[in-house]
């Protein structure tokens, strides 16, 4: 796999530990985000709004969600899939689908933590990580 936007984060576990890694920024993510703490406009209704975004590093270990665009509620099924893990076929109206593609997009899909007047921030994990492993 080839980096294409590097950088080197120093992170101290204690006085003599020290471990760089590479970020994750300005990576693109897709996010779900509960429709009341939305405070962008969207189309649709539903529970969960879906957006697009960027990784932006805020410095305090989480990662802030910016240039937000593409919102859309209406989502609920789509985002249950997402924390439900599967295998075998999935009906996505009507249509199997193979549970590895839902699963694929659960290991690029953010989870929200936290919101506050239309800012939002991410930890960086996804809903694979949160739950199919």
Avoid: C, H
Avoid at 13 to 41: C, H, K, Q, R
């Amino acid at each position: 796999m080839r980096i294409t936007n590097p950088e080197i984060n120093v992170i101290l576990f204690s006085n003599e530990d020290v471990i760089a890694t590479s970020g994750i920024e300005p990576t693109l993510g897709l996010f779900y985000l509960p429709t009341e703490n939305f405070a962008g406009s969207y189309t649709g209704t539903g529970d969960n709004v879906e957006f697009n975004g960027y990784f932006t590093n805020d410095g305090s270990g989480n990662y802030l969600i910016s240039n937000i665009y593409g919102a859309k509620a209406g989502v609920d099924y789509d985002m249950s899939l997402l924390t439900s893990p599967q295998s075998g076929l999935v009906f996505i109206n009507g249509t199997p689908i193979p549970a590895a593609v839902i699963e694929n997009i659960a290991k690029t899909t953010y989870v929200v933590t936290s919101y506050d007047n239309g800012v939002y921030y991410t930890n960086g994990r996804t809903y694979y990580e949160n739950y199919w492993q």
